[in-house]
Nanobody, 123 residues
């Protein structure tokens, strides 16, 4: 079955950086669009980034992270990354990796989700 396993979360000071990784298995990675969402306590899940399966140069970012986060994928490792720079307190959330073989730039098109990794930014 499809498994998505996130790693790389942790505690970081505001202004710092983290790189999240998501290792995918049980699917043909190149056939799937990949995305990242996050959910802070008491808030709805927010779709923050996505990368197209056929055109790795085609990416989507939420306005809240544009210019600070970068999504990338490595087909040789079946892994998608989220490089997060200039982190802010409000970036604190559980970050989830997702896969879709349908569309790519909207959260509700993603069918497979990981368990999440906690990112905490101290102010």
């Amino acid at each position: 079955q499809v498994q998505l396993v996130e790693s790389g979360g942790g505690l970081v000071q505001a202004g710092g950086s983290l790189r999240l990784s998501c290792a995918a298995s049980g699917l043909i990675f190149s056939n799937y669009n990949m995305g990242w969402s996050r959910q802070a306590p008491g808030k709805e899940r927010e779709f923050v980034a996505a990368i197209n399966r056929w055109r790795a140069g085609s990416t989507y970012y939420a306005d809240s992270v544009k210019g600070r986060f970068t999504i990338s994928r490595d087909s040789a490792k079946n892994t998608v990354y989220l490089q997060m720079n200039s982190l802010k307190f409000e970036d604190t959330a559980v970050y989830y990796c997702a896969a879709s073989n349908r569309g790519w730039a909207a959260q509700d098109l993603y069918d497979y989700w990981g368990q999440g990794t906690q990112v905490t930014v101290s102010s």
